[in-house]
């Protein structure tokens, strides 16, 4: 008896230390989640009991520089489906259930899990026919394509899953910190698989109408939320255009109205409504459980192109949050924040003029009988750029290309591409006065001296380095003994390879550069801005390879007239004009109000800058100027610029162009010119240039008789805004 208890007692006091132990581990382990763990798992447990919600943002406004809205968020609605009916696991589920209900309770219970998807996929192909049709509904509705809706569809599931991924990751490692091995992770739906995504953004009121019928049929899956979309209210101008100033063969006493409906839109853009991969790489959402409400997400609007694209990250807003207590509280909020809005110095009514003069409507832009263009048939249509700066602040007022967008056939013309900013041509003639004022800068060319024209540069070679009068159907003419202002008026080409042989090969590059030829130029214009539109120029491998084969010599003679290895964009030959015409003074070009760029002072001499203005002037004024006449043979011309009231200077180039096809079918033309026209305008009482006008024609000809009657419109066009009054 003794003995049992003993054995009793010793019992007890086992399960009294075995009790004491598990006491023990259960208050450690209580402190350890109240002390250590409390705060991270009080936030969890918190977490469990909100939802957050994200309010739309907008992008900034984008404006001319007169406050015409440009581009703009107007409210609309986004069409948002749940995640389940997105990755079809809704369809799934019904499949299941379809297979359970056909064989019933005890039989599905009974049966191997290999028996059961094998009944589930009988059901499983209607019910996948019949999510297809539900999305094909949705697109016919949301009036997008079935394709561009699946894009949609696979970024949302990649986002989300990408998401899941990551958080799943961050659960199991304190999973199994503190569980181990021994029990197994479950990965349970985070709060992105438990919501509506956006598949469709920015939908008018109609279709935001028709989507709310459409979620009663659908059991409600379908949710239609406030929202924004990107509008252009002064995309579409009508223009009336005056033919009475055309050149006199095309000239008619009337006005004909030239309607577009996609003025600046290769300026200003537009944006996308598909998020790339790219984007979301470049600033998530969401990375590792942190949110970015500035980050990209399906259904955010990207931009495409122009300043749309360039200044997207001005332009972009960051959403709101609002987090809110499963009880219905609120909790916290941040507010949206819109883009800033942007001024361009663009003026949209001359752009529109611009744009119209373009136009083949009005017919200059296509092949003329008295172009004289041998290569190309008459009605070709002919493709270039136009640039309107003012001098005084170097902002762009306008910029034209085509074929513009509209001209979506002319797949061989690209018409994607902003000629003004971003095509390179050799600059030909054009670059004369630079040449000149350089050249005087530099002592090698004293003003008061003359140098005589001979046609050929080179003693013992006279057919090449002519001057351009210098030829059989000129008569093999020169222009004989030439002070600067007349040879710059009568463009002789003898008189500036003189010139570019004194400042030697090295030195003109030099002075090409600070005019801004291989310059960037930060307009705000393109993602090219970043590292700048840059023109070319020889490179000091370049200039060596040349002195190394002996061809130094010419080589700079050509560059002195703008031919050889050297390109600009019409932007930079209209900064470089700019800069003349402002004694010296560069300012980089802008079309951002408020872009305002450091001035550099090229120290050029003003006596040059005067004899530069002078031929430019002359070059227009007097009747043996390669600017001032439209010519159609032996006795038959006319006056280039019929416009009145104005003071004019002036330069034609013509540089040579590439082989030319005019569609991919044809043969390659060769010998064909680019042609340029620079002119500087101002009220006729201004003794300074108050504007510059640059354009170009690719493969057109002769610079004064195709790019000359441009120009012209383009000055009847500032006249009519009133810039030149």
Known sequence: MFKRLILFYRRLIVLALVCVVVLFALVFQAGKLTLQEGESRFAKAQGRLRSTRYLPTWRGKILDRNGKVLAEDTASYSVEIDWDVITADR???????????????????????????????????????????????????????????????????????????????????????????????????????????VVIPRVSDEVAIAFELLSERFDNVIHVEHSRQRD????????????????RPMRTFNVIEVVLDDVAQLIVGDVREDVWKEDIQKRPFKTRGSVDLSGYRAGDEVGKRGVEKSLEDVLRGSRGQVVMHRSGDELSRTPAQGGQDIQLTLDIDLQSRVEASLSPEFGLMQVQEWHNNLKLPNGAPLRGAVVVLDIETSEVLAMASTPALRDEEDVDGYPWLNRAAEGLYPPGSIIKPLVLAAAVTDDEFVPSDSIECVGHYFKNVKDAARCWIYRQKYNNQTHGKLKAVEALARSCNFFFYELGTRLGFEKLIEWLQRFGMSQPLASGLTKADASGILGHLPSEQDVEMLRNRGELAFATVSISIGQGAMTWSPLHAASAYATLARGGIWIAPTLVKGLIHEPLDLRLDSEGVSLALDGLHDSIAKQYGTGSRLRYGRGNDESTFNIEGVRLWGKTGTAEAPPYRLNNESEEIKGLDHSWFLVMASPINDVQPKFVVAVLVEHGGSGGRVAGPIANQILHALQVEGYLD
């Open 232 to 247: 252009y209210p002064n995309r579409v101008h009508s223009v009336l255009l005056d033919k009475s100033t055309l050149p």
């Open 91 to 197: 369809a799934r589920e019904f499949a299941s259930e379809d297979a359970k209900v056909s064989i019933g309770k005890e039989r599905w219970q009974a049966i191997s899990p290999e028996e059961r998807q094998a009944y589930v996929d009988v059901f499983l192909q209607g019910r996948m026919s019949e999510l297809e049709e539900f999305w094909v509904t949705v697109a016919a509705t949301g009036n997008i394509d079935r394709k561009t809706l699946e894009h949609n569809l696979q970024l949302i599931r990649e986002e989300v899953e990408k998401t899941a991924k990551f958080v799943w990751e961050q659960q199991e490692k304190a999973h199994r910190k503190r569980y181990g091995e021994s029990v197994k992770f479950k990965q349970n739906p985070i709060r992105e698989q438990r919501e509506p995504h």
